[in-house]
């Protein structure tokens, strides 16, 4: 398994209940994929989000958010942290 | 105080050690703003690295960064999270 951080473009204006309930049908989507998403951020001015996540590839990832009708900008490994 | 996501780029092949380090110089600088950054995410393939912190602003995230010799790319406030 590894990590990812994944980026969204274009949410401007997302409210919180819009955050969640997408993070929800992340959830509902992700066992399918052995996807585990962990974490959302948003900032509604920009209109991006971030969501940390662990999974067995970058391509699984990109299927359950592009299933849940947010497909990301971009999707990074994360191979370290601080 | 608020929350931001900042993002540096162009950081292809950073190391462990270089994010550690970096980060140490963050936390050596942040008293003087009344910054906190709380956790960082590297990826050294695309060379993006991606900083939660708490702080006043985003100026002064950027100005700890900056002092650092780290200037971000993107600051964004985040306002929701889930």
Known sequence: MAKFMDVHEGMV???PEALKAAHAGDLALQGEEGVSFDH???????GKVFCISTGPSAEAIQR???RNGIPPTEIHEITMEV
Do not use: K, R
Not at 40 to 46: Q, T
């Open 40 to 46: 959302a951020w948003a900032d509604p001015v920009s």
């Open 64 to 66: 359950v958010h592009t």
């Open 13 to 15: 204006g997302i409210t």
